[in-house]
Structure formats: C-alpha cells, structure tokens
C-alpha cells in the first residue's frame, strides 16, 4: 500500500513538472514570436535603406508600402466609423450614481418592515463579500422585485446601495432595445462590464433594471408571436438575443477580462482561477408572469420578493414621514387620514401631501390642514373640479337623486363602509358620485356583505325609478357592477349551493346561469326600492342640500338620515350588523336562487 501511495505521488509530480514545462513552452514561444517579428520588421527596413540594393529596390518597395499604408488606412477609417456609430448607439439611457449620492437609506425607507429586514440582510452581505466567500457562500447575484406602480421598488434599490456603500446603476429595460440587431448587446455587455470594473474598487455594485419585462420575456411567447424576429438579419429588434446577453451576463463563466489577466493568459502564466466579482442585479416589474424561466432560475434571481402597498401601520408610518417634511396642523387624525388613503403607495402618499401643500399654499396658509389632504386626496382620485353651470336645475335634481339613492344605500346596507362624500359636481367624467372608504382593512366578503353591495349599485337606477317615476341614461356602470358581483356569487364564489366556478375555463355563463344572475339582480332591486321609497324624506332633505351646495361630506349625510329616524321612530336606528343565518336567506319576500335569497328590507330598528 506505501508503494501504491508513493507511485501516486510521483504521477502527482510528472504532472505538476509537466505543467510547469508546458507553462515555461508558452512563455518561451510567445517570446519566440516577439523576436522574430522584430527581426523581420529590422530586415526589411536594412534591405530598404542599408542595403547596397537599395537604390534599385527603394521605389517600388516604397510604393509598394505606400499602397499597404492606403489600404490599411481606408481599412481603419471604415471600422473607426463603425465603431463610432456602435459606441454612439451602444451607450444606453444608463445613470450612475457613486457611493453616498442618493442620499436616502433605510431610515427613509417606511411601509413595508418585512421587506427592509430582508433589505438589510442584502446590506450585510455586499459589505461582508470577503468574509462571506471564505465561509464558502456565493453571493446571491439578483434579486427580483414585483409590485405595482408606485411602491418604491426603485427606492428600495437606492437605500441598499446606500447603506452597503456601493455604486448604483439604474436602467430602464426599454433603452436597450435598438432597431439594428446587436446594439443591444452591446448595452448589456457595456453596462455590466462597467458594474464589474466598479466591483472590484468598491467591492460590490448594484445594477437596477427597471420594467425587466420588457427585455425578459419568455421567449417562448416571443416565437410563438414573433414580430420582433419577422426582419430578422439587421433590423432584429430585441427579440431573445438581447435576453440570451441579459441571462449570459447576469451568471457569467469565471473568467479575468482585464488587460493584465490578459496578457498573463498569453504568456502562459495565469494559473490561480479568477474571481467574480460581486454584481448585483436587481430587476423590477409588475408582470412576473411573462418573464422568461431562465432568468427566474436560482444563480440570477436568487431573491424574488413582492412589494405591495403598505397595510394600516405601514400607511401611518408613510404619512407621519412625508407630513414631518412639510408644516402641517398637529391636530390631523392620522389615523383616520391612513383610514382615507387605503389602497394608496407610497408615492401616491408622497403627492397627496404636496398637493395639500399646494392648496394650502393659494389659500394663503402657511401650515395644511385635514381639509386640504381631503381636497388633495379628491384631486388624485376623481380628478380636477369642472362644475357645469350652464346644466339645468331639472337635470342637476335628477343626478341629486340618483346619488342620493346611493348614499342612502350604502349607510343602511354596508355598515363595515364610511361614507366620505356626496357630490353633484362633474370631476373627469363623472358628473357626480358618491365616494365610499372601508371602515377597517377588509381582505374578504360574506355572501351578505356582496349582496349589500348589489342594492347600493342598483340603488341609483331604483332611487331614479322611486322619486322620479321615471329612468335616466348614467347607470350603464352601476348595472355593470351589480351584474359582475352578481356573477361573482353565483359563478364564481359558490354561495349559490353550486360549487361549479366558470372561472375554471373562463367560460361566459350559460342561459340557467343568466337567469339566475338576473332573479338575483330583480330580488335586489326590490329590496332597495322598499328601502328608498321609506327614506323618502331623508332623500329630499339631501337633494335640496346638494342643489344648494354642490357637495356633502359623508358625516353631513349621515346626520340627515339619523334626524329623519328620530323623528319618526324617536331613536336613530343601530349600524346594520350582517348576520349569515338561513332564516334571512330563506324567510326573504322573493323565491331563493339555487338556495340563496337576499335579506328582506326590515324596518329601520332592526337589522335588515
């Protein structure tokens, strides 16, 4: 056995002497040849100017020359052109920013805690590349961000390269794409070239790739519709070379290219493997779904994390920073002001608060209030104020009553919604609304709750039907609504006594399913028009204000309808509770659908 290890061991020394032969072969040849294109580049100038031949031989070899020198020339000019014309085109719409430049981190950073606890684990790894790589870790080399407009995927971005203290370099997908085919490329390879050269002085660079879909495309789809392969040859467009540079450049092969590594390499004496450094992309989209697998696969896009917008706690967070920036009234209910802004990004908080400051500002006060975010809050909802004056009072009366009915609706039906607003001004296309906030972060529905939600979409159409004997244009809408909720219980959410979902295969609903979608609309619209036609008095009361107004707060309504109840039931009636019981499905005024009825209108003491 000590033989056969020390036989071993020297075959483990032929090898390395062998290797290091060969090594010391290229260096001496690659000398070799240095040598020998110095001695004939000295021959030919002796045999030009030393020689005695060189009175007979120094014209034409001079000409000669001078053709070589024509030709090379007009050789160089034509490639200086085109790399001229790629250098111009290759260089994408790419902004970087060094260390320290974007001056926000990860205490500017609010909404979304889950998020920036993984945000600090990336922080610690891009500062730790070294201690990491000697644990035997690789560091993670993308990360991929999805979200909707607007929730600080960008943001996010700059913080970490901010707090690891690294260069940022930020991209948009669609700059690469270029009508010749390769100038894309040619970006890519610029681009990550740059990041790595950044990388090895500061240790790690981040590269940003905002709207990745629009490069990263499965490529699968790309052929199957192909109108960026259809030219083909030099107008390609993007098509799947650009995602094939993307995917290459993103997990490239351990491999030196600077000139030192170079040259090394020629002379044959790199042996150590080279070491890659540390870049980290970072993508953003909100259309996961289309991207391409290989750029999902573990190795690129090692993290892929979903930014939404921020819940409760994280929309006051937002608030309280943006409004510390800004001089506002210390009194504002944040609270009910995060209740307001449900659904909003950080973004949309960001410009709501300057918008306040806006309107504050040409009201000539020098601190907003609670009144200008709600102004602020109309303004990016429902857009700018656009009162018609010269719409006749007949007319303004009949949208007056048609929301009027919605509004009276929705505070008898929906206890778990808050009216914030009545309005008969036009905004956009609207020539008026009613504008409903959830009382509480609501992630799901009852059966009870989507039948609610019915009567308040019919009950502009039957307040019309009710108070005016008569029908008006302007509920398309609300009739597509009631109908989509309608086909959204019987369809889809199996509350109906069938669990078949057309959802399935997307299928248009059949003529049994039509039918009974629509014996529940009838079933609504007759709840509500009992309802409506009992709150006649209080719907006058809101229409009269309206045509005088223009607009109500949701509370002002909300105080007419309870003045109404006290004097003719001597008491307000309770806040409807929403109950699931057979007895309210079953003991309703019309024939049940599949098993459901819709609770019957009750009196205003009671629940429904």
């Known amino acids: 056995m000590n033989r056969t290890l020390a036989q071993q061991g020297g075959d483990e020394l032929d090898r390395q002497i062998d ?87 990860f205490d500017d950073y609010k909404g979304n805690p889950e998020v920036l606890e993984l945000a600090t684990r990336i922080v610690t790894l891009l500062r730790g590349v070294r201690q990491f790589k000697q644990m035997g ?35 948009s997908a669609p700059s690469f794409q270029n009508m010749f085919f390769g100038i894309g490329n040619v970006r890519v390879m610029m681009l990550y070239g740059k990041a790595r050269k950044l990388a090895r002085k500061y240790g790690a660079c981040i590269i940003f790739i905002d709207e990745i879909d629009a490069i990263g495309g499965s490529r699968g789809s790309q052929m199957a519709g192909a109108p960026a392969g259809m030219l083909g040859g030099l107008f390609g467009g993007a098509g799947a070379g650009l995602l094939n540079e993307l995917l290459l450049q993103m997990d490239p092969p351990p491999l030196d290219e600077s000139w030192r590594a170079r040259l090394l390499r020629r002379m044959g004496l790199r042996a150590r493997p080279a070491e890659r450094p540390a870049v980290l992309t970072i993508g953003a989209t909100n259309l996961p779904e289309v991207l391409d697998q290989a750029l999902l696969r573990p190795g690129r896009f090692d993290w892929k994390i979903s930014i939404d917008p921020p819940d409760f706690d994280g929309r006051k967070a937002v608030i309280q920073y943006y409004l510390d920036k800004v001089s506002h009234d210390p009194a504002i209910p944040l609270d009910r ?51 018609i004056r010269s719409m006749r009072a007949e007319e303004r009366r009949r949208i007056a009553y048609h929301e009027a009915g919605h509004a009276i609706a929705l505070v008898k039906r929906m206890p778990r919604e808050r009216l914030v607003q009545l309005t008969i001004i036009r905004h ?68 109906n006594g069938s669990l078949y979902s057309v959802a399935t295969f997307r299928e248009p609903p059949d003529a049994k399913m039509k039918r009974e979608i629509e014996k529940l609309l009838e079933d609504q619209f007759t709840k509500v028009k009992l309802l409506l036609a009992e709150y006649r008095p209080a719907a006058d009361e809101i ?39 057979e007895e309210r499905f079953l003991g309703s005024i019309a024939a049940p659908v599949n098993g459901i009825s819709s609770p019957a209108v009750a009196s205003p003491s009671s629940a429904w």
Request: hydrophobic residues 50%; aromatic residues 12%; negative net charge.
């Open 19 to 105: 290797a290091a032969l060969d090594r010391v072969g290229k260096f001496v040849g690659f000398w070799l040849r240095v040598v020998a294109t110095l001695a004939l580049i000295a021959g030919v100038f002796w045999l030009v100017l030393l020689s005695p031949l060189s009175d007979t031989i120094r014209e034409p070899v001079l000409y000669l020359f001078l053709m070589l020198f024509q030709i090379a020339f007009a050789i160089l000019f034509v490639i200086v052109q085109f790399a001229a014309i790629f250098w111009f085109l290759g260089r994408g719409r790419v902004y970087w920013i060094m260390p320290g430049e974007t001056g926000v981190g």
């Open 137 to 171: 870790g690789e560091v993670h080399r993308g990360m991929l961000m999805v979200g909707p407009p607007g929730t600080g995927k960008s943001y996010l971005a700059q913080c970490i390269a901010t707090e690891a203290g690294v260069p940022f370099a930020y991209a």
């Open 337 to 387: 002001l995060a209740m307001d802004m449900i659904g909003y990004t950080p973004v949309a908080i960001k410009y709501v608060i300057n918008e306040a400051v806006v309107v504050a500002h040409f009201d000539g006060r020098n601190v907003i209030e609670y009144r200008d975010l709600l102004l602020a809050t109309e303004m990016y909802e429902t857009g700018l104020r656009q009162p």
């Open 428 to 495: 956009g296309g609207a020539l008026g609304y009613m504008k409903p906030k959830p009382v509480e972060e609501i992630y799901g529905y009852s059966v009870d709750e989507l039948l609610a939600n019915v009567q308040v979409s019919l009950a502009g159409k039957a307040a019309e039907q009710v108070y005016l004997g008569t029908e008006f244009t302007g509920a398309n809408s609300d009739l597509v609504t009631a109908t989509m909720l309608g086909m959204g219980i019987i369809g889809i959410h199996g509350m």
């Open 543 to 581: 229409v009269e204000r309206l045509m005088a107004d223009g607009d109500l707060i949701g509370d002002e309504v909300i105080d007419i309808i309870g003045r109404f109840e006290e004097q003719k039931y001597g008491q307000r009636s309770p806040e409807t509770t929403l109950q699931r019981t």
